[in-house]
């Protein structure tokens, strides 16, 4: 008599194969692991769906979850529906810096989709939320859109608070060149080249703020700016 040699299995793979074939899985069981799997394969529309399920059943501390947030600014082309979802969701990331993160990706992408109101308000928050040397960038982005939006004394305010509170020269050259323009913009001539020209006697490390100092002046007039920063 033959005998059959018995193999063996290992019971969770059976198990997990029985409930393959016989009860199947649910369309939104997924894990973070799903997510990849469709985005190497570049099929964009399961990739979200899978974040976007992954972003209602994922605990907010898992380490994951900044990801699937951040994925979703970064795959989601429905500006709207992406909002409606940051809006809710980053605020369950307690990590202060990974949450003023996702603010300032989710206010880029409120600018580069015309929602300007949206976009200071998110950059704004970004600083408020985690508020630090490198974060004050947020704040001459908010400054900048506010005098977009003509509301010159709110970009004034958030520029000086800018130069009183950095020591970091570049971004100290952007808020005085905003509230140069703010100068500018209220019709006083003479304080904007006096501050103009302070910044031209000194080293400017920002070419794109020197670059902008020649434009203004050449766009409002104003001679002796415009023959000293076309020279640096």
Known sequence: MTTIKKTTFNKKSIL???CFIFIGFKADANDYSDFLFYKNKGDTANAL???YSLSE?????DEYYYNVLDNIITFETDVVK???TTEKKIPLVSDRSRRSL????????????????????????AYTI???????????NAAALNLETGNI????QLSKFVKNNSSNAEKMEKAELIVSYVNILKNDTKATETKLNNMLDGKIKNEGVLFSIYK??????????EIKSSKI
């Open 216 to 225: 203004l002046s050449v766009w409002y007039k104003i001679k002796s700016i």
């Open 49 to 51: 769906r899978v974040l």
């Open 102 to 125: 996702l603010m300032g990706r989710s206010a880029l992408i409120m600018l580069l989709t015309g929602m300007i109101d949206k976009a200071e308000y998110y950059y704004e928050t």
């Open 57 to 61: 059943t994922m605990n907010p501390e």
């Open 16 to 18: 997990f194969f029985l």
């Open 82 to 84: 992406m909002k409606e």
């Open 153 to 156: 004394e709110k970009s004034l």
């Open 130 to 140: 985690n508020p630090s040397e490198n974060n004050l960038e947020y704040l001459i």
